[in-house]
């Protein structure tokens, strides 16, 4: 069921099935993990329709008018530049799952409250709250246009009623709060129920404001303002285990944030040298340890990753661990440093091990052991033979991202053509999958995707060359105890859960 623009309720909603991650059959086996995939059947929940910017100045109109034509949503000259998801993230409960895009909106979408006549709504997501977090920009000193594109999203910690979360495009770091509102004061003495001031003659009265009951309002309300600390764009930020302070990097620096504090920042890492003309590689992704607030790691574009500990020294450039894969000499191409840059950095949910992706490979590796990783998935080796047409097109540039389960039992990520991959760290079994809106017909089975390298294609397979590069999988999320998942293709946001039996 598809949650059409402007609606922040959908009727009934038809339960499809995903899985299970096997044919008809019964083979391959199908995928495990230890929160519980039971048989891996896993079910469409929901694919949900990013609201566009006329869905949405629909919604301030009449936010009572539910119905809109489908072919609204068959029809892809909707679908901006702007509308694209940019980055996609569940926060700490796994009760809302927040979105940004290009066009510098959130929108925040909330888990459905199971109800006693409708048990099989539990894993569907309604809109929440949508707002504008970044505006586009220009630097007048650079003569350099900001972009409004949503870069990440991370949630802080639930402390009270109200949600906050930190978003960030390339420039600027916004703290926003997110809380719903259903009373209104009313009775004041110094203005009218207009709100406009009253003439103090003409108060004879003392009168004691009151509380009305009003329709529930979601408001968002940026609390702080993060700006002027990077010269290079932002590819990542990463909220620290204390929960007071936050990390910020960009191309060539990181740097450190206290949540109280807007107007001053810590520099941590500074990798620029002094002859820009010298420069090697730069700072691709970064993020803190979950546990230990002193510790965090950093990747870069040479497909290294430095571990550091503040506790060493207030500037962190020279690392306390350096782990790096040997390059095998006989796979050495003129490829090889642009698909070896490391575009995701992930600890994994116990902080003993390490996830990164680079173009072609996911890799996990443990925090002992700094020589070679001690697991590595290809993601989508056929493209290997294709690597001069992927860099003319420039999708050999494309930065995937990489997700944990809650159990760090099974880990995924996505590729081309709508295709994302699940690999199963125990039983080594992995599976690709697809999101589209093709084979989501209601309690249809998806059988796993298998591309054809060369040879004679079976019937269920697709040929390489068959492949389609526009549409690609950047951005998932995995919920932090469920095995729910979000899948991002273009402006389409797909949730998945496993079959509960």
């Known amino acids: 069921m598809v949650l059409q623009p402007g609606e922040r309720h959908c009727g009934d909603w038809s339960h499809r099935r995903l899985g299970p991650w096997c044919s008809p059959t019964g083979s391959p086996a199908p995928l495990s993990c230890e929160t519980g995939c039971g048989e891996g059947t896993w079910i469409l929940v929901c694919r949900l329709l990013v609201p566009t910017q006329v869905s949405l100045l629909s919604m301030e109109e009449d936010i009572d008018t539910r119905k809109i034509n489908n072919s609204f949503l068959r029809d892809h000259s909707y679908a901006t530049e702007a ?58 000193l650079k003569s350099l246009e900001i972009e409004e594109k949503i870069n990440k999203i991370r949630w802080l910690p639930q402390q009270n009623a109200a949600y906050f979360l930190l978003s960030t495009n390339d420039k600027t770091v916004k703290l926003w709060k997110v809380s719903e509102r259903d009373k209104r004061p009313e009775g004041y003495n110094l203005k009218d129920e207009e709100g406009r001031l009253r003439d103090p003659a003409t108060i004879t009265t003392l009168r004691v404001p009151v509380l009305r009951p009003m329709d529930l309002m979601v408001e968002a309300t940026p609390r702080r303002v993060f700006a002027n600390a990077h010269t290079y764009h932002i590819n990542s930020i990463s909220v620290n285990s204390d929960y007071e302070t936050y990390m910020s990097a960009d191309d060539l620096r990181i740097n450190l944030w206290n949540f109280e504090i807007t107007n001053q920042s810590f520099n941590i890492v500074d990798i620029k040298p002094a002859n820009m003309e010298e420069l090697t590689e730069v700072i691709t992704a970064a993020e803190f340890h979950p546990h230990h607030c002193n510790t965090f790691v950093y990747s870069s574009s040479k497909g290294t990753i430095r571990l550091c500990d503040m506790r060493a020294s207030a500037l962190c450039d020279r690392h306390t661990k350096f782990f790096e894969e040997p390059e095998d000499p006989s796979n050495r191409s003129f490829f090889s440093e642009i698909i070896s840059s490391i575009s995701d950095v992930k600890f994994s949910h116990s902080g003993r091990y390490i996830m990164t992706r680079d173009y072609l490979t996911v890799k996990v590796w443990d925090l002992n052991m700094e020589n070679r990783p001690i697991e590595t998935y290809q993601v989508h080796d056929y493209l290997r033979s294709k690597l001069c047409s992927l860099y003319e097109n420039d999708c050999i540039f494309d930065k995937f991202e990489c997700v944990w389960n809650g159990s760090d039992s099974v880990i995924m990520t996505g590729s081309y053509n709508n295709f994302f991959r699940m690999f199963d760290r125990n039983t080594k079994r992995d599976v690709t999958l697809e999101a589209s809106r093709e084979n989501s017909k209601p309690r249809a089975i998806l059988k796993p995707r298998k591309v054809c390298v060369g040879g004679k294609r079976r019937k269920d397979e697709i040929s390489v060359d068959s492949l389609d590069f526009s549409k690609k999988i950047l951005h998932t999320a995995w919920h932090p105890s469920e095995n729910i998942i979000a899948v991002a293709a273009t402006n389409n946001l797909y949730i998945f859960q496993d079959k509960v039996n």
């Not at 569907?124 to 920009?137: C, K, M």
């Open 83 to 140: 509308d694209i998801i940019s980055t996609v993230e569940f926060n700490h409960t796994g009760e809302l799952l927040a979105t940004g895009d290009k066009g510098g909106r959130v929108v925040i979408f909330q888990r459905e409250q199971e109800s006693k006549n409708q048990v099989h709504r539990r894993g569907e997501y309604n809109v929440y709250s949508t707002f504008q977090s970044h505006e586009p920009e220009f630097d007048y």
